[in-house]
């Protein structure tokens, strides 16, 4: 069977979940008797499916040989997502799925444009460059956007929140990759070791240290850890897998470690964030920093090992105030836990590793440097993405609001994860095209 | 690069395993501990959600209800009403689920009103598409009786409480002044309630009220005394005004001198001094085992929170003190004065235990529990408690409390072809302004007793609990009895 020809099956799942996400919330609601359940859930499924095969028709005729699961797997996420966005306000929903219209041009046009995408890193040090600025720019003034704390979003008045850190990642990615695919000889071969440690050469040194500095920085600005975790994460990988190795990463790991603990210690936010962590549960902070992840786990406990059921977990009280907050971004995996139980969340956790397994895959197939780099880094970057908030919202890091790829709600989400699954697929597309004698 | 890539893909794994595991720590190994957190308002939101069920009056009529309504969001939940106001505010108390108060019924049969059933069950009902709902209870209590008890001791403050001898089954339990339960929709108003010191609406006299029971406390003296074999109905006592009691002498209502008047007699017209003696030469060891065998210093078994009874007996200071302490006068603790105090409820079990044949029933307000779809599914059946005194010794003194309805001090309790049995009590609270606690405690009819009751007001100028109490109880008893 040809590789489309299972993308196109592929896409079943994904609708089936659709319908019968919709039918189980219509039902919850109590829409039976109003006759509303057949048609309406029917429709959400059909326009959704109308989309996806649109997308894989495109597909089909613009990169005939990329991998046939990548798609499939993300409509399955992002259908999902919408389900529980939907559960949570129809209008949000609504909104989501124009997102998602938005993000399939978006990712259209980056296939069309980028089919070379290999140009790409001629520009590399004003990609890097932009993705900076850009993720200062939510410190900026009037434009800037504080919430919980951390500077994460730009406004648009009338538009949107714009997350910058969801683009930069990208950015940072296509930077690194490039960078890396240059310098990864000479890494290795002008490596000395010292005490046992082997050293990157001190030319090359630098810049390393400028990105450690970076990812500090970020923490600062931006004070972000999880967003800072997310990149120096997605750094070290590019770094192991460009050089094999392994003391590099160490070293990296032990001053992201010395430079987490100096901030932990000394900036009063990062502390409060640390002391969160370690006592969620804690009374005194309950009503105030510790509200988000105390009902956060008490969600997850609420849900079990089966949840409650689409629309069964309590988001507001009976006087309309929030229990839940963020329900729809940071903390959707909670009510996904809640919901559908450890057995869903698992089943959605299986999907991303799916995802990344698939990239993984595609950097193992391609032909250069920097496609392998690029893919590694793009499906590193997107697993780190996925454990910083999992993690967070389970307690195992601290909290910290990145948004759950395709299923948070969120416009740059969306739109930045679909520029990433594009570059995937042309990446997959070249590696995978068979070589013409 | 394929090995790193290999070797990164497997340290994301690791990492994915992480979140498993973490995610498995709050939803299914901690879940139970994060659930029992009082900080979680879940439960206590999902309980408002439950059709939380009825308590009804032993005739059926609706006591306690849960009711629809929509909130400002627009959520439906359950609010509680009661139909029946301050009558039964009491007994059946008051339930707001969102603070998390409870009293009276409301908080004692907690569990089978919110429909806490087992995990296994509820899935079974979840799948047969069943709404989880409370169950009824349906009481003892009879509201009739209840009325006429509220409308005779409305205006003053005291308490009547009503029990079935053979059975335990509460028939009626006014607290006056009492409150209407729907007031605890309105916070404000509820703590001004709590506030009020002066009226305490809230308290329940019949399980809270610690009054000293003045000449009803007889009986168990008189019970004591016969049931020890050291007594008998006949033996004669000393009748004199002035005995000296404790090294301060005792005189007798209006300093009357009785000759010799023999136990019964002594009993008939509430002689001090005669009971003063019998306490004395009992002595601490046996007063004290007598009444603890009626249940004194013991929490009654009602099904009734916990922390809205008190014991009755010796109080120092507020703190029960044994009969056995050198700080109680074992004379006048026998005639029901000294540092005793009890509650109606401790009076009526008494009353109830004589009137049973020397057997006291655990006191109850439930009667059954029935499910949402009608089905009993539990009875509570009657249970003996304690046996205080012989079947003979209870038969003595049915007769000797007769005599005090016949033709001593509680000839107003005399109701037209009914034998009632009982006794009064005056406990002397100011005496140069002469104010009184009346009480009265009877069983009907005398023979085939069907109604133990004790009544008590708190204050009355002038008043005799043959004059206050007794016809209190004389219409109650009617009613119940009709």
Request: charge should be neutral; hydrophobic fraction near 45%; aromatic fraction near 8%.
């Given at each position: 069977m040809s590789a489309r020809n299972r993308e196109l099956l592929g896409l079943i799942p994904a609708s089936l979940l659709v319908t019968a996400g919709f039918a189980a919330v219509f039902i919850e609601r109590g829409a039976l008797s109003q006759n509303a359940l057949s048609d309406l859930s029917l429709t959400y499924g059909a326009i959704f499916l109308g989309l996806c095969v649109a997308a894989h028709v495109f597909l089909r005729i613009a990169?005939?040989?990329?991998?046939?699961?990548l798609f499939p797997l993300v409509a399955v996420l992002a259908c999902f997502g919408l389900v529980m966005i939907y559960r949570i306000d129809d209008t949000l929903a609504r909104q989501q799925a124009q997102w998602f219209v938005v993000g399939l041009l978006l990712f259209a046009a980056t296939i069309v444009f980028l089919r070379?995408?290999?140009?790409?890193e001629q520009y590399r040090y004003l990609i890097a460059i932009g993705s900076l600025v850009l993720l200062c720019?939510?410190?900026?003034?009037?434009i800037g956007a504080q919430v919980n704390g951390a500077y994460l979003g730009i406004r648009i008045p009338g538009v949107m929140v714009f997350q910058p850190t969801e683009f930069a990642k990208l950015g940072i990615v296509i930077f690194l990759a490039s960078y890396l695919r240059d310098t990864r000889q000479v890494l290795v071969v002008g490596a000395r070791r010292i005490l046992g440690i082997t050293l990157p050469p001190l030319k090359h040194f630098g810049p390393l240290l400028a990105i450690w500095g970076m990812a500090m920085l970020l923490l600062v600005v931006i004070r972000d850890l999880g967003s800072s975790l997310m990149f120096f994460g997605a750094f070290l990988s590019l770094l192991y897998v460009a050089t094999n190795r392994f003391s590099f990463v160490f070293i990296g790991l032990l001053l992201f470690g010395v430079g987490g603990w100096y901030l932990g210690t000394h900036v009063s936010h990062v502390i409060d964030r640390i002391n969160v962590w370690t006592d969620p549960l804690d009374v005194a902070r309950y009503s105030g920093e510790g509200y988000q992840i105390a009902n956060s786990l008490f969600a997850q406990a609420d849900g079990?090992?089966?949840?409650?059921?689409?629309?069964?977990?309590?988001?507001?009280?009976?006087?309309?105030?929030?229990?839940?907050?963020?329900a729809q971004t940071d903390l959707i995996y909670a009510l996904i836990v809640n919901e559908v139980g450890l057995v869903g969340a698992v089943a959605v956790l299986v999907t991303y590793l799916l995802f990344v397994q698939r990239g993984f895959k595609t950097a193992l197939l391609a032909r250069d440097s920097f496609s392998t780099l690029l893919a590694v880094g793009l499906s590193a970057v997107f697993a780190l993405q996925v454990f910083v908030i999992v993690g967070g919202v389970t307690n195992v890091i601290p909290l910290t609001g990145v948004t759950l790829p395709?299923?948070?709600?969120?416009g740059s989400s969306i739109l930045a994860n679909f520029v990433l699954l594009a570059l995937l697929l042309l990446v997959s597309d070249k590696a995978r095209r068979p070589v013409a004698r | 690069m394929s090995v790193p890539i290999v070797r990164l893909f497997l340290a994301i794994v690791v990492l994915f395993a992480i979140l498993v595991a973490w995610t498995s720590r709050w939803s299914i190994f901690e879940a139970d501990d994060l659930r029992a957190?009082?900080?979680?308002k879940r439960p206590l939101f999902a309980a408002l959600q439950v059709k939380r069920g009825a308590i009804r009056a032993a005739?059926?009529?609706?006591l306690a209800r849960s009711v629809r309504v929509r909130t400002r969001s627009g959520r439906a939940i359950y609010e509680r009403d009661y139909p029946t106001g301050e009558l039964f505010g009491h007994p059946v108390g008051y339930a707001n689920l969102l603070q998390g108060q409870l009293s009276g019924l409301e908080r004692s049969r907690n569990k089978e009103l919110s429909g806490t059933t087992s995990e296994l069950n509820s899935i079974l009902d979840q799948l047969q598409g069943k709404r989880r709902a409370g169950n009824t209870v349906v009481t003892t209590l009879d509201p009739e009786a209840q009325q006429i008890a509220t409308d005779a001791l409305a205006g003053q403050k005291g308490a009547v409480v009503a029990i079935?001898?053979?059975?335990?089954?509460?028939k009626t339990m006014v607290s006056s002044p009492g409150y209407d339960p729907?007031?605890?929709?309105d916070q404000a108003a509820l703590r001004e309630l709590n506030l009020d010191?002066?009226?305490?609406?809230?308290?329940?006299r019949v399980t809270q009220g610690a009054y000293p029971p003045g000449s009803t406390f007889k009986v168990v003296t008189a019970a004591a005394a016969l049931d020890s074999g050291e007594?008998?109905?006949?033996s004669t006592l000393d009748g004199r005004s002035g005995r000296v009691v404790s090294g301060v002498p005792l005189r007798n209502d209006f300093d009357e001198n009785f000759d010799s008047p023999s136990l019964s007699t002594a009993l008939t017209l509430s002689i001090n001094t005669a009971f003063a003696q019998l306490g004395e030469e009992l002595g601490k060891e046996t007063m004290g085992d007598y009444m603890e065998r009626f249940g004194f210093y013991r929490l009654p078994?009602?099904?009734?929170p916990d922390e809205q009874m008190i014991r009755s007996g010796e109080r120092v200071d507020g703190r029960l003190v044994p009969v056995?302490?050198?700080?109680?006068?074992v004379g006048r603790m026998a005639i029901g004065q000294d540092k005793l105090l009890v509650t109606p409820l401790q009076m009526a079990m008494v009353t109830a235990a004589i009137a049973n044949g020397g057997s006291l029933m655990e006191p109850r307000l439930t009667d059954k529990i029935v499910d949402p779809?009608?089905?009993?599914?539990d009875e509570v059946e009657p249970k003996e408690?304690?046996?205080?005194?012989?079947e003979q010794t209870a038969s003595e003194l049915t007769q000797m409390m007769g005599n005090v309805v016949d033709e001593g001090t509680?000839?107003?309790v005399q109701l037209p072809g009914i034998d009632v049995a009982g006794k009064t009590g005056t406990a002397e609270k100011n005496i140069e302004q002469r104010i009184n606690q009346p009480w009265f405690i009877a069983f009907a009819?005398?023979?085939?007793?069907?109604i133990a009751i004790a009544v008590t007001v708190e204050s009355s100028v002038a008043g005799f609990g043959g004059t206050v109490a007794a016809p209190i109880a004389r219409d109650v008893l009617a009613s119940l009895l009709d």
């Amino acid at each position: 069977m040809s590789a489309r020809n299972r993308e196109l099956l592929g896409l079943i799942p994904a609708s089936l979940l659709v319908t019968a996400g919709f039918a189980a919330v219509f039902i919850e609601r109590g829409a039976l008797s109003q006759n509303a359940l057949s048609d309406l859930s029917l429709t959400y499924g059909a326009i959704f499916l109308g989309l996806c095969v649109a997308a894989h028709v495109f597909l089909r005729i613009a990169l005939p040989y990329a991998d046939p699961y990548l798609f499939p797997l993300v409509a399955v996420l992002a259908c999902f997502g919408l389900v529980m966005i939907y559960r949570i306000d129809d209008t949000l929903a609504r909104q989501q799925a124009q997102w998602f219209v938005v993000g399939l041009l978006l990712f259209a046009a980056t296939i069309v444009f980028l089919r070379d995408y290999r140009k790409l890193e001629q520009y590399r040090y004003l990609i890097a460059i932009g993705s900076l600025v850009l993720l200062c720019l939510p410190r900026l003034p009037l434009i800037g956007a504080q919430v919980n704390g951390a500077y994460l979003g730009i406004r648009i008045p009338g538009v949107m929140v714009f997350q910058p850190t969801e683009f930069a990642k990208l950015g940072i990615v296509i930077f690194l990759a490039s960078y890396l695919r240059d310098t990864r000889q000479v890494l290795v071969v002008g490596a000395r070791r010292i005490l046992g440690i082997t050293l990157p050469p001190l030319k090359h040194f630098g810049p390393l240290l400028a990105i450690w500095g970076m990812a500090m920085l970020l923490l600062v600005v931006i004070r972000d850890l999880g967003s800072s975790l997310m990149f120096f994460g997605a750094f070290l990988s590019l770094l192991y897998v460009a050089t094999n190795r392994f003391s590099f990463v160490f070293i990296g790991l032990l001053l992201f470690g010395v430079g987490g603990w100096y901030l932990g210690t000394h900036v009063s936010h990062v502390i409060d964030r640390i002391n969160v962590w370690t006592d969620p549960l804690d009374v005194a902070r309950y009503s105030g920093e510790g509200y988000q992840i105390a009902n956060s786990l008490f969600a997850q406990a609420d849900g079990g090992l089966l949840g409650r059921g689409f629309g069964g977990a309590m988001l507001e009280s009976p006087g309309g105030d929030t229990i839940l907050p963020a329900a729809q971004t940071d903390l959707i995996y909670a009510l996904i836990v809640n919901e559908v139980g450890l057995v869903g969340a698992v089943a959605v956790l299986v999907t991303y590793l799916l995802f990344v397994q698939r990239g993984f895959k595609t950097a193992l197939l391609a032909r250069d440097s920097f496609s392998t780099l690029l893919a590694v880094g793009l499906s590193a970057v997107f697993a780190l993405q996925v454990f910083v908030i999992v993690g967070g919202v389970t307690n195992v890091i601290p909290l910290t609001g990145v948004t759950l790829p395709f299923i948070s709600y969120g416009g740059s989400s969306i739109l930045a994860n679909f520029v990433l699954l594009a570059l995937l697929l042309l990446v997959s597309d070249k590696a995978r095209r068979p070589v013409a004698r | 690069m394929s090995v790193p890539i290999v070797r990164l893909f497997l340290a994301i794994v690791v990492l994915f395993a992480i979140l498993v595991a973490w995610t498995s720590r709050w939803s299914i190994f901690e879940a139970d501990d994060l659930r029992a957190n009082t900080l979680d308002k879940r439960p206590l939101f999902a309980a408002l959600q439950v059709k939380r069920g009825a308590i009804r009056a032993a005739d059926g009529s609706v006591l306690a209800r849960s009711v629809r309504v929509r909130t400002r969001s627009g959520r439906a939940i359950y609010e509680r009403d009661y139909p029946t106001g301050e009558l039964f505010g009491h007994p059946v108390g008051y339930a707001n689920l969102l603070q998390g108060q409870l009293s009276g019924l409301e908080r004692s049969r907690n569990k089978e009103l919110s429909g806490t059933t087992s995990e296994l069950n509820s899935i079974l009902d979840q799948l047969q598409g069943k709404r989880r709902a409370g169950n009824t209870v349906v009481t003892t209590l009879d509201p009739e009786a209840q009325q006429i008890a509220t409308d005779a001791l409305a205006g003053q403050k005291g308490a009547v409480v009503a029990i079935e001898p053979s059975t335990g089954a509460v028939k009626t339990m006014v607290s006056s002044p009492g409150y209407d339960p729907n007031i605890v929709r309105d916070q404000a108003a509820l703590r001004e309630l709590n506030l009020d010191d002066e009226n305490a609406p809230l308290l329940d006299r019949v399980t809270q009220g610690a009054y000293p029971p003045g000449s009803t406390f007889k009986v168990v003296t008189a019970a004591a005394a016969l049931d020890s074999g050291e007594f008998t109905p006949d033996s004669t006592l000393d009748g004199r005004s002035g005995r000296v009691v404790s090294g301060v002498p005792l005189r007798n209502d209006f300093d009357e001198n009785f000759d010799s008047p023999s136990l019964s007699t002594a009993l008939t017209l509430s002689i001090n001094t005669a009971f003063a003696q019998l306490g004395e030469e009992l002595g601490k060891e046996t007063m004290g085992d007598y009444m603890e065998r009626f249940g004194f210093y013991r929490l009654p078994p009602l099904d009734y929170p916990d922390e809205q009874m008190i014991r009755s007996g010796e109080r120092v200071d507020g703190r029960l003190v044994p009969v056995t302490s050198p700080a109680v006068d074992v004379g006048r603790m026998a005639i029901g004065q000294d540092k005793l105090l009890v509650t109606p409820l401790q009076m009526a079990m008494v009353t109830a235990a004589i009137a049973n044949g020397g057997s006291l029933m655990e006191p109850r307000l439930t009667d059954k529990i029935v499910d949402p779809d009608g089905r009993t599914v539990d009875e509570v059946e009657p249970k003996e408690w304690s046996r205080p005194i012989s079947e003979q010794t209870a038969s003595e003194l049915t007769q000797m409390m007769g005599n005090v309805v016949d033709e001593g001090t509680g000839t107003a309790v005399q109701l037209p072809g009914i034998d009632v049995a009982g006794k009064t009590g005056t406990a002397e609270k100011n005496i140069e302004q002469r104010i009184n606690q009346p009480w009265f405690i009877a069983f009907a009819p005398k023979d085939d007793p069907r109604i133990a009751i004790a009544v008590t007001v708190e204050s009355s100028v002038a008043g005799f609990g043959g004059t206050v109490a007794a016809p209190i109880a004389r219409d109650v008893l009617a009613s119940l009895l009709d």
